[in-house]
């Protein structure tokens, strides 16, 4: 599926299945309800309205159900037909599989969405993951360029068609979910820290934003203790990368600060055989961040944003950090390394703590593949999120559902589990004395820490470390839910919608929700 040209469509065009094939996707409700002669265009010659009902009848999805109405180039997919309150209503992951196993490989084809107003975003960036572009089989050169246009027909009380501004929204988030994905697809020979500073280059340049960088020793200099002490072994040195968006309207400050570990072997506490393959997929914070952020600037955002890339690799080395060994953060705090393959919350601290001190952001989301304990505590869909502040923690569980990049709390508790963190000799360890007790609340705590608990401002640490890849394939996890969870902040009457301000309870809660760092 590498070579496809993605594209979306607020008109449903004429195609004939025949050399077009089409794959119609929705709840089983929903499709029932579509008039053929609202379709007959993707169908005719070779499905009759005869031959699309009794299909549609046929339907018994458990949890999903196919039927083919011609040849399999005409298809039908039923979504399941309920979720829990946990999920997200777009189905985005059934969405997902059904467009995999479904996709015929022909030079074009369409993918028609029959889903109610509030489920488009969703549904539109499900689609976008099960289209990566990353590939190095053999014949991969061979392979022609294929096409695959995503057509939407609303259900339900607005049934209005998609604006062109709605449409180029489902674009710029396609695109940065797809550039996510590229990132941690490519192994560390392709996307090494050098590599990833590029791809930053060429976003920079695309959008026009402001780009810092700071790599090698000068983070030494500088005091960036964490990043330079996690990278400072490999051939390729650690980097601070900065994007800033700086629009002259703009009231508040955001930083976005992504962990980008482009290869862990843990240091010299050194992976297994079997725990070491798959470590190219640690770069899934910074890939989100700066994918997020390229779609949320081309769409057009009104406050000030910053992508803080935390780019290293934890390679073995003679200069390799050593356990024992202390390291001053950028924070000015000390911490003792008890291991070395705890090393993303060290990045990360230093990120925070730029984005505080330096950048003057009120609102800080950290996003990372943080812990293997993240996939144990909320599972392989759900991102874990901590946060200081309880508003902003239920507005990013109503933005996952909303975008289909679903995340569930996780306990926030710092007096009961900092502890985990003390040291004899600094001011703290960088992993925990016991490993049973809220392992992924700690990592998190530990980065807080380096902000102070007592932090004005806002601070969200979203850990995808499971949800960040699907199979051996990343899914570009981060990106749709960060311009959902900001979406008062974009020019997208699509991304507003999809913001955690909707409805009269969302809205009672930013009510309550502090003054001056208030909900996007």
Partial sequence: MAKVTLTYSNQLTGSDPGTKPVLFIGQLSHLQSVPYEVIKKKLEPRVNEQTFKFSVSSLHPSPTDTISMWCNNATLAALPLSVSRHNTPSRAHAIHKLVKSCYSGAAEEFIVIVCERHNVFASGCAVARAFPLFSHKSGYAKISQRKVTVEFILVGSDSRSLTDQEVQTLSNAADGIRLAQSIVDKPCSDMTTDDFVEEAKTVAQEVGCEILIIRDEELKTKGFGGIYGVGKAAVHPPSLVVLSHRPTEATQSIAWVGKGIVYDTGGLCIKSKTGMPGMKRDCGGA?????????????????????????????????????????????????????????????????????????????????????????????????????????????????????????FPIVYSPELHFSEFASAVADMKNSVADRGNAQSSCAGLFILAHLGFEFPGVWVHLDIAAPAYSGERATGFGVAHLLSLFGKASSSSLLQAVSPLGCSDEEEMVENATKKIRLI
Avoid at 311 to 318: D, F, I, S
Avoid at 340 to 355: F, K, Q
Avoid at 357 to 382: E, F, N, S, Y
Wanted: aromatic share 4%.
């Fill in 287 to 407: 890939a989100a961040v700066l994918g997020a952020f390229r779609a949320a600037v081309k769409t057009g955002f009104r406050e000030t944003l910053h992508a803080v890339l935390c780019l290293a690799e934890n390679a073995v080395g003679p200069n390799a950090t050593r356990p024992d060994d202390i390291h001053t953060m950028y924070s000015g705090r000390t911490v003792e390394i008890n291991n070395t393959d705890a090393e993303g919350r060290l990045v990360l601290s230093d990120g925070v703590s730029y984005a505080a001190k330096d950048l003057q952001a009120d609102i800080i989301v950290d996003v990372a593949t943080l812990t293997g304990a993240q996939g144990i505590t909320t599972g392989k869909h759900h991102a874990a999120v901590l946060c200081n502040k309880e508003e902003w923690e239920r507005a990013s569980v109503i933005a996952g559902r909303r975008s289909g990049d679903i995340v």
